[in-house]
Nanobody, 116 residues
Framework: QVYLQESGGGSVQHGGSLRLSCHAS????????MSWWRQGLGKEREMVAN????????DYADSVRGRFTISRDNIRRMLYLQMNDLNADDPATYYC?????????WGQGTQVTVSS
């Protein structure tokens, strides 16, 4: 069974930084593309960043490009999202996601709030 566990969310001031982590189990992590998504209050869930496997090519939503960095540690089976210069558009619950055998697996999410 695939299991994803996010951590690292919290409250930060406008312009601050946070690093989110996601631990994956139940799959050969190094072989799977991974992604971060977020869902703000009253908004649809949107893709924030994704990273390919095993070489780690990345892509970002326009709204976070240049501020967020996705990375992975295939040995530790960890996915990361470094978020810098957080602003009022970034508060949301952040999820990591993987697709395996035709099914999407999500973690439980970690909440990020930004105060002015």
């Amino acid at each position: 069974q695939v299991y994803l566990q996010e951590s690292g969310g919290g409250s930060v001031q406008h312009g601050g930084s946070l690093r989110l982590s996601c631990h994956a189990s139940g799959l050969n992590f190094r072989l799977f593309p991974m992604s971060w998504w977020r869902q703000g209050l009253g908004k649809e869930r949107e893709m924030v960043a994704n990273i390919s496997a095993p070489n780690g090519g990345t892509d970002y939503a326009d709204s976070v490009r240049g501020r967020f960095t996705i990375s992975r540690d295939n040995i530790r089976r960890m996915l990361y999202l470094q978020m810098n210069d957080l602003n009022a558009d970034d508060p949301a619950t952040y999820y990591c996601k993987v697709r395996s055998r035709g099914r999407d697996y999500w973690g439980q999410g970690t909440q990020v709030t930004v105060s002015s």
